[in-house]
Every structure is written in structure tokens, then in C-alpha cells.
């Protein structure tokens, strides 16, 4: 239940949002709580870490209490007020589970009745102590649950705002009061952002804040992206980066890539979209003239480059098979043979000259292939050899083009350090391997947040179809949600964190969505 840290946060005090997607939780979520759950905090220089909602909420409010302090301050009713919030999470669990598994919410309505009905009960043991003008710990803490209650009735076949005037009394004068708080209305969220995020199970899209700013959708492992990324980097192009957990991709993603491959860019007021890594090269190349050319002025040099780039990429196909074959140790010979290509047509091509480009700095044709290369002993350390050794005595073109891009500025500040790719190359294959269990608990969880959202959203058309009809005049929609993401923070997540993230996440491939600050930004 992260909404609940989140929408007892005063907001004067300055916090920042990652959403983490749960469904396929990264390495670094457990580091922090051993059992992966959220909400999670972390402050203070030296990094402290606290989890579990209402302990972290009750740490927030005794540490800021300067604001305007949320408990009482006698300990018996805090104590009390601490059991009311387990009774209520107790209650609440059970009530609410067939909206997220049940296929048929008609045939559980008794029991969801039921639950709902021992909810007003225990509300009502509560009556009078609240104060609704300055609701306290106990209100922020139930009041994500409350505030769902009437769409999940919705949802059910019944009319949620009538349901709960008439059967739950408690709950509807509870809700219309905490309506009002100003804290739950700077915390709302359109229903529609709760269906896309139930979707997408990390960060909903992240708004483009500045249409100035060319956008790419990466991912921290991908040689294609860093070709993209090598670019902009090389011309000095301002950018920002959104990482995708390609594993497992967001639905807002899937509609800006039509093969759901990295990278993306993403530019201008419109938001034209441009896919494949050597044509966005080209076209970035061809229309910002940014910090320097990296083509050749000369088109049959640039075509035949083109070529070239297409031709070696068939011989660094121990790459690819490093992530997609089972058995490197049978695919050797096959892999020697090309690697020997690879260098023999890298010398043909290259005629002495340190780079492609026949300057003292790398190219657009380095850029395209300088990923790969930096990458190309994996097939060989894989497989038990030593790739170093392996390079300079037999592919010895590779072996000192690899150095010379490596000491690129540019290609630095781009790849992942060839050692820490190794590592993940490691947990890629553990992750291939993941027992069937885990796998089917994952898919039930993720239709389990799929069928809650379209339950939603049938709602929400036949809403839609009932005020067209002008049957009941149109109904405001009533229910709004706790946003498990603070839209600021975008921002400040941008401006926060910006240099120290590579190895951060490099430590973590995956679901990492997030905005890198771009590189040039004043
Ligand atoms: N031809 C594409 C290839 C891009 C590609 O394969 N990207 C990989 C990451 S390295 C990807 O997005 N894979 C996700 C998937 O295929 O589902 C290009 O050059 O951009």
C-alpha cells in the first residue's frame, strides 16, 4: 500500500517518488526490505531505509511533527488509534480481494457485502473522534481504502454513491468529510490514470516537461540505444532518457514502438516518434548540426558505410547468440569463423587509421558499431576463454579498435563498463531460467491488476453511455485516487539524481524507469 506513505507526506516537506514495478520487482527493492514490499523510504546522507506503511508514517509524523502533528500525543489513544488502523486492514483485505481476482463480482456481492458492512461497524466505533476539518494519522491511513470503496462498488453492477448512502453510513459521511481535506485532494488522481497505471505497473508516462528536449526511450544495456545515445552525446544534442524494463513493458510504450524495441526518440512540440537505431543515427546526424558533423560529406562514402555497418553487424552474431542461444559451446566454430571476418573486413576498412572516420575522434560509422565491439568478447569469455588474450592474438584489428573507441570520451560516458555487463549477462541467463512457479505467480498477479482494470473502465463506459442517454443527468464521476505517483517529482527525480545513476542501476538491469537528467542541460 504505497498511497498511504505518500498521502500522509505534508507536502512542504520536499519528497521524491520512484515507482517500482511490482510484478517483477528488481534485486534493489529486496536489498532495501527483505520483503519486497512498498511503501520503502529512504533519507538522510547515509542513506536510511524504513518500510511498512504505518511505521514509516508514524516515523514521518514524530520527525516532522513541526507542521502540524498527526497523533495524539496521549499514549493510550495512540495505541488505540494504532489497533483501530490493524482492525481496519483487516477487515479491508479480504472485502476487497474478489475486485482485484473475482471474474464474476455477482456471484461474490454477499460476501463483498459483508465486509463492506463490518467496515461501517467498526467506522461507526470510531464516530465523533474524528475531526474533519484536520483529519489525523488514522484518517490518512484508511482513507486509501475508503476512498475505493464506492468505484469498487461501481464496478459490482451497483450505483457506488447510493449504495453507500443508504447501506454504509458511516463510510459515506466518512467519505464526503475527507472529500473536502485538502491533503486528499492535492492527492487525487483521474480514474482514468488509475486504470493505466494498474496497467502498467510502474511509472505511469512520464509527461514531457520540456518539448525542447528530444526524448529517448532506452534501456541502460542496449547497444542499439547507446548508438542513438552516442550521437546525441557526441553533437552535444540535449536529451533525456527514459529507461524501459524491456522485460516487461508499459502499455504507453508499446503505443511509441511498434516492435516494443529500443530505442525511441521522441521530439518536438508533436512528439514525432522515430524508431530503429541507425536511421534515428542517420537523421540526427542529417538534421541537427549540434557540436560537430559525424558523416562523411560525401554520399557515396556515406552509403558505403552504411553498407559496411550492415555487413560486419552479420558478423558479430556470437552477440546476439550470447542472448538467445542455450548452447554458446556447440555454436563456437561457427562464432571463431565470424569474428575472423569481422576483424579482417574492420582492417580493410579501417587502412591504418585509428577510426572509421579517418580523424582523431570517432565517426557516425564508430558510433554505429562502437557498441558491439565493446561488447564482442562477451561470446568469447562466456564460453571459458580468455577474451583479452583471445583478441590480441588472434583478432588484432578488433582487439586495438575496441581500445581506441574505448578511450572515446563519448563511449565512456555511454556504455555499461564491459565487467559490469558480464555480471548481467550472468543474471539475464538466471533470469531466462526462472522456475515455471515464479513465472505463473507473476502472470496471475499481472491479470489479476488487468481484470481490476477493465472492471474500471467497463464502468466508466457505461457511465459514460448512461449520462449520454441523460437517464440520470450527468453524474459527476465521484471517485478519484491517491496518486502512487507525486507528478513533481518527475522533476525532481531529474534534477536529483543525476551522475551517480549509471552504476546505480547498472547494478540492477531491470525495471528501472526513470529520467536521467540529460547531459547538456544548462
Ligand atoms: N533493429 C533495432 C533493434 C533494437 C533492439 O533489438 N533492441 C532491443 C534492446 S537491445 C529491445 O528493445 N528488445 C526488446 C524486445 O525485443 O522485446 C534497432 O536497431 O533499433
Known amino acids: ?287 541537427i548540426p549540434g557540436a560537430r558533423p559525424l558523416a562523411s560529406p560525401d554520399p557515396y562514402q556515406r552509403a558505403s558505410d552504411r553498407a559496411f555497418v550492415e555487413t560486419i553487424g552479420q558478423y558479430f552474431v556470437g552477440l546476439e547468440y550470447v542472448f538467445t542461444k542455450s548452447d554458446l559451446a556447440a555454436l563456437w566454430p561457427e562464432i571463431e569463423v565470424n569474428l575472423a571476418k569481422a576483424n579482417n573486413m ?14 582523431d575522434k570517432p565517426g557516425l560509422t564508430d558510433y554505429k558499431i562502437a557498441p558491439f565491439v565493446h561488447l564482442l568478447p562477451l561470446c568469447v569469455d562466456l564460453l571459458g576463454h580468455n577474451s583479452d588474450e583471445y583478441f590480441r592474438d588472434k583478432l588484432p584489428v578488433l582487439y586495438t579498435y575496441r581500445k581506441a573507441i574505448q578511450s572515446d570520451p563519448v563511449v565512456n560516458k555511454v556504455v555499461t563498463p564491459y565487467d559490469e555487463f558480464c555480471k548481467i549477462t550472468d543474471e539475464y541467463h538466471i533470469r531466462s531460467k526462472l522456475n515455471d512457479d515464479d513465472r505463473q505467480k507473476k502472470i496471475e498477479n499481472v491479470n489479476s491488476l488487468v481484470l481490476l482494470a477493465t472492471k474500471v473502465e467497463v464502468q466508466l463506459t457505461r457511465e459514460q453511455r448512461e449520462s449520454d442517454d441523460d437517464r440520470r443527468g450527468a453524474r459527476p464521476r465521484q471517485v478519484t485516487f491517491s496518486p502512487s505517483v507525486n507528478r513533481n517529482n518527475f522533476n525532481g527525480y531529474a534534477n536529483n539524481r543525476p551522475q551517480n545513476q549509471r552504476g546505480y542501476l547498472a547494478t540492477s538491469t531491470r525495471n528501472r524507469i526513470f529520467i536521467q537528467k540529460s547531459q547538456y542541460s544548462a
Open 1 to 287: 500500500m504505497p498511497l498511504r506513505a505518500i498521502s500522509s507526506i505534508q507536502s512542504t516537506n520536499r519528497h521524491e517518488t520512484i515507482n517500482v514495478n511490482l510484478v517483477d520487482s528488481p534485486d534493489w527493492i529486496r536489498e532495501r526490505n527483505p520483503a519486497g514490499q512498498l511503501p520503502i523510504i529512504e533519507f538522510g546522507p547515509d542513506n536510511k531505509v524504513l518500510y511498512e506503511s504505518l511505521i514509516v508514517c508514524q516515523y514521518l509524523d514524530e520527525t516532522y511533527a513541526e507542521t502540524r502533528p498527526l497523533q495524539s500525543r496521549d499514549p493510550y489513544q495512540k495505541a488505540r488509534d494504532q489497533v483501530f488502523v490493524e482492525l481496519f486492514s483487516n477487515l479491508w483485505a479480504p472485502a476487497s480481494r474478489p475486485f482485484f481476482m473475482s471474474a464474476d463480482l455477482s456471484a461474490d456481492w454477499l460476501h463483498i457485502v459483508n465486509g463492506f458492512k463490518k467496515f461501517d461497524n467498526l467506522l461507526a466505533t470510531r464516530e465523533g473522534r474524528s475531526n474533519f476539518y484536520q483529519p489525523g494519522l488514522v484518517d490518512y491511513m484508511i482513507w486509501p481504502s475508503i476512498e475505493r470503496l464506492p468505484l469498487f462498488v461501481d464496478i459490482a453492477g451497483h450505483n457506488g454513491a447510493d449504495y453507500l448512502r443508504r447501506e454504509l453510513p458511516t463510510v459515506h459521511n466518512y467519505w464526503e468529510q475527507m472529500s473536502g481535506d485538502t491533503t486528499v485532494q492535492s492527492a487525487r488522481l483521474p480514474v482514468e490514470t488509475f486504470i493505466e497505471n494498474l496497467r502498467t505497473f510502474g511509472d505511469p508516462y512520464p509527461p514531457r516537461l520540456n518539448p525542447d528536449v528530444m526524448r529517448v526511450y532506452s534501456q541502460q544495456n542496449s547497444p542499439f540505444a547507446y548508438r542513438v545515445l552516442m550521437v546525441l552525446t557526441a553533437k552535444q544534442i540535449e536529451h533525456e532518457i527514459i529507461n524501459i524494463n524491456i522485460w516487461d513493458k508499459p502499455e504507453w510504450f508499446l503505443e511509441r514502438s511498434p516492435l516494443g524495441k529500443v530505442p525511441v526518440v521522441e521530439m518536438g512540440p508533436a512528439g514525432d516518434l522515430l524508431n530503429e537505431s541507425l536511421i534515428i543515427a542517420d537523421y540526427l546526424d542529417e538534421t
Open 346 to 359: 574492420l582492417d580493410k576498412r579501417l587502412n591504418g587509421d585509428k577510426y572509421l572516420s579517418g580523424a
